[in-house]
């Protein structure tokens, strides 16, 4: 039988849903970008949506693993 890992947190809060807020505040920070209402240079742009991309995929793990019962 295998037990399932501990979930992580940090202040309280599990780790995924820190991810989840970092996700939503990233993702602002693009539509703002997208709608010109802050200017940043195209460069990092791209580079914060492989940040999201990434971060997204982590965070989905996370939730699934954590809804399969592989983390508690």
């Given at each position: 039988m295998k037990?399932?890992?501990i979930l992580p947190t940090l202040l309280g809060m599990?780790?995924?849903a820190w991810g989840?807020?970092?996700l939503l505040l990233l993702i602002i920070f693009q539509v703002l970008n997208g709608m010109r209402v802050i200017k940043?240079?195209?460069n990092c742009h791209k580079g914060t949506a492989v940040?999201?991309?990434i971060?997204?995929?982590i965070h989905g793990f996370?939730?699934?693993a954590f809804f399969q019962g592989w983390i508690a």
């Open positions: 037990l399932p890992l599990p780790l995924f989840g807020l970092l940043v240079p195209i940040l999201i991309l971060l997204a995929l996370a939730g699934f």
